[in-house]
């Protein structure tokens, strides 16, 4: 595990994001190359590469707060179908090592844009975290 991933560096504060939800286990903050409006991403606090290396306890709690956001994310986007996707190693696609679940809002005939290529406008991000918070609440 390299402390130093973004996601390690997003967890201490030393790079900013748009934050959804916090708990004492858990982080959620939207994608900043969403494949759709309303991408947000799940993370434990706990230091873990991927799914195999995460203890259960801190893998329970990021499995329930991954169902909570994707509930809030799919009343937020009004999305009739919400893809939670989590990719362990690079040949599987993993570009950041701290394990993460995407929650990803779909639309019927509406594509996926895509993985991790285009950053979206930070002003929008806000608008966007601003409507999941209010959706979790
Ligand atoms: P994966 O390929 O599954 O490891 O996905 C990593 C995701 O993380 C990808 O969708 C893009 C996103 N991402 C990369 N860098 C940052 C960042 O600095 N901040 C945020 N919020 N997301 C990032």
């Known amino acids: 595990y390299d402390s130093n991933n973004i996601f390690a560096r997003i967890l201490r504060g030393e790079i900013p ?9 858990t982080l959620a903050f939207m994608d900043v190359m969403p494949q759709a409006d309303g991408h947000t ?9 991927n799914i195999l290396d995460l203890p259960p306890g801190a893998l329970a709690a990021t499995i329930l707060t991954t169902q909570r956001v994707a509930r809030a994310v799919k009343q937020a986007f009004d999305a009739p179908g919400i893809l939670i996707a989590q990719l362990n190693g690079s040949a599987a696609g993993q570009s950041v090592f701290h394990i993460h ?5 779909r ?5 996926l844009r895509f993985h991790a290529r285009d950053m979206a406008d930070h002003k929008v991000l806000a608008e966007h975290a601003a409507r999941v918070r209010a959706a979790l609440d």
Not at 17 to 25: G, P, T
Not at 41 to 49: F, M, S, T
Not at 101 to 105: A, D, K, M, R, Y
Not at 107 to 111: A, I, K, V
């Open 101 to 105: 679940f995407h929650v990803v809002p």
């Open 107 to 111: 639309h019927e005939g509406l594509d």
């Open 41 to 49: 991403l799940v993370i434990p606090k706990a230091p873990a590469e």
């Open 17 to 25: 994001s748009h934050k959804v939800f916090e708990d004492e286990h």
